[in-house]
């Protein structure tokens, strides 16, 4: 049970200058740069290895103006305009404030992983995200958000960087001015409590918590969750004992293209290269361009809650280049067919109506006509045989609200006092994706991750 204690209740076993909740993107970069700047750092992690949201992730890091884009020609690519692209996307919703500090920091942040803690980039230049006016989206080499993780954890663990698993923080300490330690609860049974000079939150967000989703974001209530179980909103409720400041909690990344029952992620780079979704009656029924996030509420909005990705031969091979796909192969999850009647048959739709949809499509492709649903189809060509597609449903991914930061990632009272030394990250942070759904930008999720875990670490241990 998360709880806020007091001062007198702790019987400390052990002090460290920064304390770290949650070894994932955000903990351990806050932890490598607190490092850096000579903090005795611990990082506590729940689960007896470091996974949660960042290993479920796809890996993927919006940043401008780096040297990666450069060395492959992206020009004109400036804080500014990011920021332009995420305000756009949230309707100008979003903590102005925020969202300059994060898109004027990321692209530091991941130079200084490559030049400090060697972890390599490379910059996804094929196909551009829905709402990102440039290519700038950032991978390690593997394209996984696993593959991400391990690296950082590789890194941690050459900087010296103390990571402790198998330990739930299930309280604070706290006085009125500060935060003095937490309360460990281990999985025999035993308790430790540790003192601090600074305290980094770093555990994610509440998706895992059905009760807070079904007061937050109602609209996915009983939706699949595909995120870490420990998410369980830890982060908001001592902040709402401390009398946080807490945005945002109705926002939330979904995203509308989860391989159903396989539970594997299906890249929406399909979509933007030509592929369709159609419902249960073999009707397209959305721009698919939108947005993946807010895809998530449409495809539940259909019959039986599912629909099927449709594409064909060229963007199927296109799309093997992502594990997640050929990880969906394997689970046999992807469909083929050489006529448009074998694929109607194969995934229970009345051909006609497949068909008049492809004709649709195609004659959209050919610059014949407006899509109903606002989609350009010129930029691509039409889909042609043998076609596949695999079934999907929507699904939340991680919530987006939580503790107001100001712009060293100190967590801020509902006054706009700043905690002296107590910081925030990632998902237990209030994100840059406005309040609900249709406001969450591609990589929103590992942005503020990575751009607050580099700013609180650097200002958890004053020097």
């Known amino acids: 049970m998360s709880a806020v204690l007091p001062v007198s209740a702790m019987k400390a076993d052990a002090e460290v200058d920064v304390a770290i909740i949650g070894a994932g993107a955000c903990g351990l970069v806050a932890a490598l740069r607190a490092v850096e700047a000579g903090a005795d750092v611990l990082v506590l992690e729940r689960d007896a290895k470091p996974t949660g949201s960042t290993s479920m992730s796809s890996g993927f890091i919006p940043a401008p103006a780096t040297r990666f884009q450069r060395a492959i020609g992206v020009e004109d690519d400036t804080p500014e305009r990011f920021a332009g692209d995420i305000q756009a996307k949230t309707k100008n919703r979003a903590d102005p404030g925020l969202v300059a500090t994060v898109s004027g920091t990321i692209g530091s ?6 030049d400090s803690h060697g972890l390599e980039w490379i910059v996804l230049d094929d196909f551009l995200y829905p709402g990102h006016s440039r290519h700038r989206m950032h991978a390690v080499p593997e394209k996984t958000g696993a593959a991400l993780l391990q690296r950082l954890a590789t890194a941690a663990e050459a900087a010296g960087v103390m990571v402790a698993t198998g330990t739930h923080v299930t309280g604070l300490f706290a006085d009125e001015e500060r935060i003095r330690g937490v309360r460990i609860s281990r999985a025999d049974g035993s308790e430790e409590h540790l003192a601090c000079k600074a305290l980094v939150l770093a555990c994610n967000g509440y998706g895992g918590n059905a009760s807070l989703v079904a007061r937050h974001i109602p609209e996915l209530e009983g939706a699949q969750y595909h995120g870490h179980a420990g998410n369980q ?6 902040g709402q004992a401390l009398g946080a400041d807490i945005r945002d909690l109705s926002g939330y990344q979904g995203h509308g293209s989860l391989a159903h029952p396989h539970q594997i992620l299906i890249s929406w780079a399909l979509m933007m290269e030509g592929g369709i979704q159609v419902n249960a009656a073999g009707q397209r029924f959305s721009n698919e361009h939108a947005g993946y996030s807010e895809q998530a509420v449409k495809v539940l909005a259909q019959p039986s809650r599912f629909a099927w990705n ?15 796909y050929r990880d969906a192969m394997e689970a046999g999850a992807i469909r083929r067919a050489d ?12 051909p006609r109506a497949l068909s008049d949809t492809l004709r649709t499509v195609a004659a959209l492709q050919a610059g014949e006509g407006a899509d109903e649903f606002g989609r350009d189809f010129t930029a691509r060509p039409a889909l042609k045989a043998p076609l596949h597609a695999v079934k999907v449903t929507g699904a939340l991914f991680h919530t987006q609200g939580g503790l107001m930061v100001d712009g060293e990632a100190h967590v801020l009272s509902n006054s706009g006092r700043a905690f002296p030394n107590l910081f925030a990250g990632g998902g237990a942070a209030c994100g840059v994706s406005g309040p609900d759904v249709s406001g969450y930008l591609s990589g929103n999720g590992l942005l503020t991750a990575i751009a607050l875990g580099y700013i609180a670490g650097h200002n958890s241990f004053p020097r």
Request: cysteine-free; hydrophobic content about 50%; overall charge negative.
């Open 109 to 114: 942040a991941l130079e200084w992983l490559a």
């Open 233 to 238: 909103g830890d982060a908001v409720l001592w």
């Open 310 to 324: 449709v594409y064909d031969q060229r963007i199927h091979d296109f799309a093997q280049a992502f594990p997640d």
């Open 339 to 350: 006529s448009l009647d074998e694929l109607a048959r194969q995934i229970d739709v009345d």
